[in-house]
Each structure stands twice: as structure tokens, then as C-alpha cells.
């Protein structure tokens, strides 16, 4: 069990959480039971969520995304946490106080929950992940239970890669609902955006991908795929200019 720093002494009146329990300097950023990385896919399909997640509503050092990272809920028991695939959170810095990488996120410093949550599901974590799991005594809760009841993340959506399932919930009146959506699209309204599933190339692999969409329903690209396309556009531009004798080169 990793030793935490001792408690801070209260005073009166009784000082935060935030300035009494531990840090993210303190708490593990691994789980040292569950030793090792995560599968290419599940490195590279996170990726892609963070890379697309363009909101209009919040400057890009107002969000903090990403996959597989402590994220640390309950004052009570400091150690307990969960590890999302993927999570993001808006209405915070993009670095931890304005300053340094996250080692993990620890809501009691933060002070802001997730918004979105992501699980990709896989068979020893697919009935956990869809609250099928009952919590054992003494033990933490759920990540259902955490996500709905602790954390209360508006949006939880599970995909499975190998079936292709798209599923989503919506936090109404403190408890998930299931969402209904069409063409493999679920709205996020609060964000302008839309999750879906896209088929396409990603790093070399083709396949059937989860990613943003915007307003309009058109692809959000990432910074990658831009470049890519600018590149493209001007090696058309270069041909097309041969083709008419024209030194691309010479023109500026």
C-alpha cells in the first residue's frame, strides 16, 4: 500500500480538501496491481478522441483530455480510483495549474468532474463498465456507480470494438438514461458536437474508429490530418502547374 503524506491538521474553520488531502504529487499515477500497458488499441483510439476534440465554446487551455489515468473521486478514501479509457473536462486548465503535465487527476484539487467519460470495452471489463456488477462489501463502488452517483459525468458512452456497439447514457434527475441516436451518432448538445463512429485510416490501420464530429456533422480533423491534407492540396496544385508549364517554384 503507497504511504501518503500525514493528514494535515484541521483547524477552525476546517480548511479544503483541496488543502488538506493528498495531491497528485502523493497518489500513485499506477495501478501496482495491475502492472503494465494498455494494448495498442486502446493507446491509440484515446489518441484519436483528444486529437478530434475541437470545442467551440472554450478556449483549447480550458480542456483537459485523455486516456488511461488515475482519476481520483472520494475525499473519504484517497486512494480509491477508477481508470478511464478515456475522460475529458472542461472549464479547467489544459495543465495542471496553468504549469506542469497531469500525473493524475485528483477531484478534490480539481475541483471540476469529468464531462464525458469513455470506456472501450473488452471482456473482463464489460460487465463493470455497463453496471452489471454488484459492489462487494468494504469494497470501492463501481465505476457505474462512481460515474453516475459520485462523479455525476453527464455523458458515459461505451464502445466495443469487437462487436462495434456503440452505447450512451445521459445523466437525468442523478441517474443514466440511455440514449437514443441514429447513424452511430451521439449528440453532445452542451458541446455543439457530435461522438461517432467513422471508418477510416488512423495510423497506418483501418477500421471502424470513434471520433468527433462538428455542429454540421462533418469530420473534426486532427492537427495530423490538416497537415496531411494541406500537403496534398499544394502537391496537387504543383502537378497541375506542370501540367501547364508553369514552374511551381517560380510562383509565389
Same mark, same amino acid.
Given at each position: 500500500?503507497?504511504?501518503?503524506?500525514?493528514?494535515?491538521?484541521?483547524?477552525?474553520?476546517?480548511?479544503?480538501?483541496?488543502?488538506?488531502?493528498?495531491?497528485?504529487?502523493?497518489?500513485?499515477?499506477?495501478?501496482?496491481?495491475?502492472?503494465?500497458?494498455?494494448?495498442?488499441?486502446?493507446?491509440?483510439?484515446?489518441?484519436?478522441?483528444?486529437?478530434?476534440?475541437?470545442?467551440?465554446?472554450?478556449?483549447?487551455?480550458?480542456?483537459?483530455?485523455?486516456?488511461?489515468?488515475?482519476?481520483?473521486?472520494?475525499?473519504?478514501?484517497?486512494?480509491?480510483?477508477?481508470?478511464?479509457?478515456?475522460?475529458?473536462?472542461?472549464?479547467?486548465?489544459?495543465?495542471?495549474?496553468?504549469? =506542469?503535465?497531469? +500525473? #493524475?487527476?485528483? @477531484? !478534490? *484539487?480539481?475541483?471540476?468532474?469529468?464531462?464525458?467519460?469513455?470506456? %472501450?470495452?473488452?471482456?473482463?471489463?464489460?460487465?463493470?463498465?455497463?453496471?452489471?456488477?454488484?459492489?462487494?462489501?468494504?469494497?470501492?463502488?463501481?465505476?457505474?456507480?462512481?460515474?453516475?452517483?459520485?462523479?455525476?459525468?453527464?455523458?458515459?458512452?461505451?464502445?466495443?470494438?469487437?462487436?462495434?456497439?456503440?452505447?450512451?447514457?445521459?445523466?437525468?434527475?442523478?441517474?443514466?438514461?440511455?440514449?437514443?441516436?441514429?447513424?452511430?451518432?451521439?449528440?453532445?448538445? =452542451?458541446?455543439? +458536437? #457530435?461522438?461517432? @463512429? !467513422? *471508418?477510416?485510416?488512423?495510423?497506418?490501420?483501418?477500421?471502424?474508429? %470513434?471520433?468527433?464530429?462538428?455542429?454540421?456533422?462533418?469530420?473534426?480533423?486532427?492537427?495530423?490530418?490538416?497537415?496531411?491534407?494541406?500537403?496534398?492540396?499544394?502537391?496537387?496544385?504543383?502537378?497541375?502547374?506542370?501540367?501547364?508549364?508553369?514552374?511551381?517554384?517560380?510562383?509565389?
Amino acid at each position: 500500500m503507497p504511504q501518503l503524506k500525514r493528514p494535515v491538521e484541521q483547524t477552525d474553520p476546517p480548511r479544503s480538501a483541496r488543502e488538506t488531502l493528498p495531491t497528485m504529487y502523493d497518489l500513485p499515477s499506477e495501478d501496482p496491481e495491475e502492472p503494465g500497458l494498455p494494448d495498442e488499441y486502446h493507446y491509440l483510439q484515446p489518441h484519436l478522441l483528444s486529437a478530434t476534440l475541437q470545442l467551440t465554446t472554450y478556449a483549447a487551455d480550458e480542456v483537459f483530455s485523455v486516456g488511461d489515468m488515475n482519476l481520483y473521486y472520494d475525499v473519504d478514501h484517497p486512494l480509491w480510483h477508477k481508470r478511464p479509457d478515456w475522460f475529458a473536462v472542461v472549464g479547467v486548465p489544459r495543465l495542471y495549474e496553468g504549469r =506542469e503535465m497531469r +500525473l #493524475s487527476y485528483v @477531484v !478534490w *484539487q480539481e475541483r471540476v468532474n469529468p464531462f464525458v467519460v469513455v470506456e %472501450l470495452l473488452s471482456p473482463g471489463t464489460e460487465k463493470e463498465d455497463l453496471g452489471q456488477t454488484e459492489r462487494a462489501p468494504g469494497a470501492p463502488p463501481t465505476k457505474w456507480q462512481v460515474y453516475e452517483q459520485t462523479l455525476r459525468v453527464p455523458y458515459y458512452i461505451l464502445f466495443d470494438r469487437y462487436t462495434n456497439n456503440l452505447r450512451a447514457f445521459h445523466l437525468v434527475g442523478g441517474h443514466y438514461q440511455p440514449l437514443d441516436f441514429t447513424k452511430q451518432r451521439i449528440q453532445i448538445s =452542451e458541446w455543439s +458536437l #457530435s461522438l461517432g @463512429v !467513422w *471508418q477510416g485510416v488512423y495510423e497506418g490501420i483501418e477500421r471502424l474508429w %470513434l471520433r468527433w464530429f462538428d455542429s454540421e456533422g462533418q469530420l473534426i480533423l486532427s492537427a495530423e490530418e490538416r497537415a496531411e491534407q494541406a500537403e496534398e492540396r499544394a502537391n496537387r496544385l504543383a502537378e497541375r502547374l506542370k501540367e501547364l508549364g508553369i514552374d511551381p517554384n517560380e510562383v509565389s
